[in-house]
Every structure is written in structure tokens, then in C-alpha cells.
């Protein structure tokens, strides 16, 4: 079975965009209450021009009490080694992706010092959360660009490595307001080793290990493309409509869980949990010492 486990060991906070930053704040909730006390980086990178970003998020982040906010953004790689840049991520218990163009994220950070700082964020338990392009960008797989709101034509899609957060699924956003089925559809086709997951406007999966939960208002989708039994991906004309059979598709809202190595729903009540390490033969010593005192 592939392994489709994380790569660090902080939650994921996975948003297709237009997170509710007025109302109730769900989404943004679930960002503060995993940052522990840290500082938040806010991540402009994506945008091409991020003024505005930063505001937005200060204003709709200091309502629901969390003060200690500072701005990432680069115009160009050679910034990323600049120690005032890196200084930013001193204490910062989180990293939020903003929106814009998710290849700016991957060409101006990958493999740099501020990628690895915020990869040492994560591994050391922090939140990394992204929204629009900054989630499409979370998997080792990105998806660029492609048309909404029409059947996929065969060569009308166009996939990038992302920063690989999360292994063996391909990310989509702003899911169903834009009508991206078959842009996904099409992305799973091309390799159906990867789960697609789509993800409505105002709504997140929060992933942590191998399993997700689902919160906000929409809806999320998982088009698993392990049984399939015929596509005309590699054959057919760039013009041609994809034809693909015995797609499986979930459709999951607030609440529900999805386990990634399992490929299938998982009972919400599992959902977060980390998964108990085996006992070992010193764990069981330590316990029957504990026991006898």
C-alpha cells in the first residue's frame, strides 16, 4: 500500500479559500487554538502584489485574541537568505499561506533557508495552514492551473511539485464554486496513485499524521482513482474529453474524517487523534515498576 503518512509531525490546516473572517471564524479558530501561545506568520508570497493580505488577516486574527502577528513576503529567492526575513519565524508557533498563485510559493521558497525554517516549525509541532493557493501548494504534487466549469480536456492541465507537506494527493480549491471536478478528475487520471481532494470556499481539512477532519461550511472531495479500470489519458488527442470508469468519489462535510492510508471515511471521533505507538518491552517495565510502587 503507498504511504501516504506526513512528512512533519505540526497539524495541517487545509482551506479552499474565502475563509469566514467576519462571522463565527471557525476556520481561523482552528488555526489559533493550535499555535500555543506562538507567534503567526503571515505568508504573502503568493500574491503578486500582497497589499492588503496582511491587514485583512491582522484585523479578522486579533478579534479572536491572537496579537502576536508579523508579514512574510518576498519579491524575489535571494531575499529568502535575509536575516531580518528569517528573524520573523523566531517564536512562531504557525505558518498561514495566503492566496495569489501557488507557483510563486514553490519557485520563491523551495529549498531555501525560509522553506527550512518553516519545516522546522512544523516538525517541532507548529501549524502549518494554508488557504486558495497556499493549500494547493501543501502536497508534493501541485495543481497549477486548468479550466473550471467544463468537462477536462486531456491536455489542459498543468501539475508542479509543491512543498510536499503532505504525500500522494493533489489539492484543489474554491472547489465547488468554481466547478473544478473535472480539472481533479484529470489530475487523479494522470496518476491515480494520488487521492484528489477538493475543497469548498469557507471550508478545511485539518490533517494530522494520516488522517483528516473536515470543518466549515462546505463540502470536501476525495476522487480515488485506485480502481480504475479504463482512462484515455495517455492515448487520446489534447482536444479529447477524458473518459475515465469506476472513479470513486466521497463527498464529506463539517464533522466527518477521512483516513489517507485506509482511503476511506473514518468515524469523526477518530479523527485527530495520533495513532499509539506499540508498547515497548522498557515502556512495559517502566508501567509494572509504576504499579508496584
Do not use: C, W
Not at 493550535?34 to 503567526?40: A, E, P
Not at 510563486?104 to 518553516?118: A, F, K, M, N, Y
Not at 494554508?130 to 468537462?151: H, K, N, P, Q, Y
Not at 488527442?237 to 471515511?265: C, K, M, Q, W, Y
Amino acid at each position: 500500500m503507498t504511504d501516504r503518512r506526513r512528512v512533519g509531525t505540526g497539524p495541517l490546516v487545509i482551506i479552499g479559500g474565502h475563509e469566514d473572517k467576519e462571522g463565527d471564524r471557525v476556520i481561523l479558530h482552528e488555526v489559533a487554538r493550535h499555535l500555543r501561545g506562538g507567534r503567526l506568520v503571515i505568508a504573502t508570497v503568493a500574491s503578486h502584489q500582497p497589499d492588503g493580505y496582511f491587514a485583512a488577516y491582522r484585523e479578522a486574527f486579533t478579534a479572536i485574541g491572537v496579537t502576536d502577528l508579523v508579514e512574510l513576503y518576498v519579491e524575489e529567492r535571494s531575499e529568502t537568505h535575509d536575516e531580518e526575513k528569517l528573524r520573523l519565524f523566531d517564536g512562531a508557533g504557525g505558518v498561514f499561506f495566503s492566496g495569489g498563485d501557488q507557483l510563486r510559493i514553490s519557485s520563491q521558497l523551495g529549498d531555501t533557508p525560509v522553506e527550512q525554517r518553516v519545516r522546522a516549525i512544523h516538525e517541532a509541532g507548529g501549524v502549518i495552514a494554508g488557504t486558495s493557493a497556499g493549500a494547493s501548494a501543501m502536497s508534493d504534487t501541485m495543481l497549477v492551473r486548468g479550466s473550471s466549469r467544463e468537462t477536462h480536456r486531456i491536455g489542459d492541465l498543468h501539475l508542479a511539485p509543491g512543498l510536499g507537506f503532505v504525500r500522494d494527493v493533489i489539492i484543489d480549491q474554491h472547489f465547488a464554486e468554481r466547478g473544478r471536478i473535472g480539472r481533479l478528475l484529470g489530475a487523479v487520471a494522470q496518476n491515480p496513485r494520488e487521492l484528489g481532494i477538493g475543497i469548498d470556499e469557507d471550508t478545511a481539512i485539518v490533517l494530522r499524521t494520516d488522517r483528516f477532519s473536515v470543518i466549515g461550511s462546505g463540502g470536501v472531495y476525495v476522487v480515488d482513482g485506485g480502481g480504475v479500470t479504463h482512462s484515455n489519458i495517455a492515448e487520446a488527442e489534447p482536444h479529447r474529453a477524458l473518459s475515465i470508469h469506476h472513479v470513486r468519489l466521497h463527498v464529506l462535510g463539517d464533522g466527518d474524517g477521512f483516513d489517507l492510508l485506509e482511503r476511506r471515511p473514518a468515524a469523526s471521533g477518530d479523527v485527530g487523534a495520533e495513532r499509539p505507538a506499540e508498547e515497548t518491552a522498557a515502556d512495559r517495565a517502566r508501567h509494572q515498576d509504576a504499579a508496584e510502587l
